[in-house]
């Protein structure tokens, strides 16, 4: 393990010698892009980048096909939002592609992933992200710590993925948050809409970290002000709205939130620095109704309109 936290790092993996990740696209692989997206990474604010792992997933695998079906889906949706008043030909966003992962090497995939981003922080890009599976976000998460000093992290989940580690593996998806806590310390990690976990995460994160479970818009709403002053980072899970409404996902929990309450969040949050944002767990082969994928493509629609300046 490497002092920030993360898994061992490959020789350069973000420094000299690292692979020219941004804005050449030499990692990308896919041919479909999300709606209104530019293939102009140089001139675009915001760039969507796909993390399509799915290796540690324990339950129902599928994640990793996430990022090509939100882009595909999202040919349906209208680029004007009526929740923010905002249309997408407002704002100048790219589509990179997925990232070129090692397929089932966790470490070197986080890796490749955080050197991605941080490229796109150098070039002063705001960087969205679509999984894939929680540990994807240590990548991006890693990136924003390093560019930010400050940083605070905005969970929102059904799960509290505080585990230590997961069947002896300290790098999972059921570990992926306490690994944030690791990095920017479990008092600058803020949790929402959790509704699963082990009595010992629960424990701790009441004792660590901010901790509102079962809800997100109004305890989110409450902690507004002294989150202002802050960059802030948003790691969103699909899976934290109710499987009614997004059952495409590899551990589905009943008692979720509504769309309605996910983007009355979105709104808020749109009031702070967002410096990056990913949405994760989508898996397509869950939910042959699509409305997983439907939903999470108007999800990142409205991060767009609501992050990108």
Known sequence: MNAAGGPPRTPGADGEGAPA??????LA?????????????????????????DWTVSFRAGARLGPARIREVSVGLEEYSPYLDRDLSDIRYADAGDILLPFGNAALSVERIEAFVRRLFQAGKFPLGLGGEHLASLGPLRAACAR?????????????????DYEGERFSHAT??????DLVGPDKVYQFGIRSGTRDEFRWARAHTRFYPFEVAAPL????????????????DIDVFDPAHAPGTG????????????FEAV????????VGFDLVETAPPLDPSEQTQILAAKLVREALLAFVR
């Open 21 to 26: 990740l941004c804005p050449p696209l030499d």
């Open 29 to 53: 692989y896919s041919g479909n892009v999300f709606i209104g997206a530019s293939a102009d990474l140089a001139g675009a604010s915001a760039v969507i980048y796909g993390m399509p792992m």
């Open 148 to 164: 930010f000093p400050e940083l605070r992290v905005i969970h929102i989940d059904a799960h509290a993925d505080l585990r230590e």
């Open 176 to 181: 992926v948050i306490r690994r944030a806590c």
């Open 221 to 236: 709403q409450r902690v507004l002000p002294e989150l202002r002053d802050h960059p802030v980072y948003v790691t969103w």
């Open 251 to 262: 551990t589905a929990e009943a008692g979720g939130i509504t769309p309605r309450e996910g």
């Open 267 to 274: 709104r808020l949050l749109s009031e702070l620095n967002v």
